[in-house]
């Protein structure tokens, strides 16, 4: 875990390539099962117009201009070596296999892209898929993004999700087939959810052996149906600090393998309703730092499913 109590990304990918690595953000076009009808309209209940990407392809920016211009930004601001080309905005998957592939050889076609991370929903992951994904596991690092939020099925109708938590077990069995790696997205803070749900959630992931975590907290864009809820007063949001100590038992729940990829959620503040302090995410990760040290615990301290099932 290096100087952290937890397994951060920063530190793992240095210890994977022995230089600074950034993520770069990419805006492929996708749009969601959950918003065009197929399952439903208009998305999760706290997504908005842009499915946390950039906007960046309907302004008429290529994947490849993306990469090409994120980089350079990473180049000076983070000094970065290497970069992963991050699928970011909405459902990564939903298209068929060639396009797909089109769409993803355009993206790592870079001489310092040394990885591929696609975001993605698991019911969106048909075997066809998979098997593509599994071809690019096999010459660079990759990872699956999969979003979960929450091991609570009441939670996940609440928010339209659109799937179950068995759709996500079945997704992350058949990708571990594969050795795709996976990376499991859960938000902390969901209306209607409190410590054990957080707990459960944690639990599973254990149980899976999962390979990386993104933890968000919860935050309201402007344009989202939760925003109504909020403004007519439906809607409790956690402090911060708060959610500092649900990040901190969740973290001690999860193995200490597991990949922490992110602690907080991050937007800006033009699309940003409520809570305010999302919008300082460095503060919010040095408090849930000092608050691990404050306890004297580490990532996995309290995990029941400490052994690895994979090599």
């Not at 994120?70 to 601001?77: L, N, Q, V």
């Not at 898929?129 to 609570?152: K, P």
Request: charged share 30%; aromatic share 8%.
């Amino acid at each position: 875990m290096g100087e952290r109590r937890y397994r951060s990304l920063n530190a793992y990918l240095r210890e994977r390539f022995g230089c600074r690595v950034h993520k770069i953000t990419v805006d492929a076009g996708f749009t969601c099962p959950n918003r065009d009808g197929t399952l439903g309209w208009g998305g999760c209940v706290y997504c908005d117009g842009f499915g946390s990407g950039s906007g960046a392809h309907s302004r008429g920016i290529s994947i490849s201009e993306q990469v090409r211009t994120g980089i350079e930004w990473a180049r000076r601001r983070y000094k970065a070596k290497k970069f992963i080309v991050y699928f970011q905005a909405f459902t990564n998957t939903y298209a068929p296999p060639d396009k797909l592939k089109e769409i993803y050889d355009e993206g790592i076609d870079h001489p310092d892209v040394v990885g591929i991370s696609i975001g993605t929903r698991p019911d969106c992951v048909p075997d066809q898929v998979l098997d593509l994904i599994q071809g690019y596991a096999e010459r660079m690092m990759t990872w699956l993004e999969l979003g979960l939020q929450s091991a609570n099925v009441e939670t996940l109708r609440r928010i339209n999700r659109g799937h179950g938590v068995a759709e996500f077990v079945d997704a992350v069995l058949r990708a571990r087939n594969r050795r795709i790696s996976v990376c499991a997205h859960v938000i902390i803070g969901l209306p209607g959810e409190g410590p054990e749900d957080f707990k459960e959630t944690a639990n599973l992931l254990a149980a899976l052996q999962i390979d990386g975590v993104k933890i968000h907290s919860l935050y309201i864009p402007k344009d989202s149906a939760l925003a109504r809820d909020y403004l007519a007063g439906r809607v409790k949001l956690m402090g911060r600090e708060e959610y500092v100590k649900a990040v901190c038992d969740f973290l001690e729940l999860l193995p200490p393998h597991t990949v922490i990829q992110r602690l907080t959620g991050e937007t800006s503040a033009d699309r940003l309703l409520a809570p305010d302090w999302v919008l300082d995410k460095r503060r919010t990760i040095e408090m849930i730092e000092d608050e691990l040290e404050r306890r004297g615990s580490f990532q996995g301290d309290r995990c029941k499913f400490k052994r690895r099932c994979r090599g």
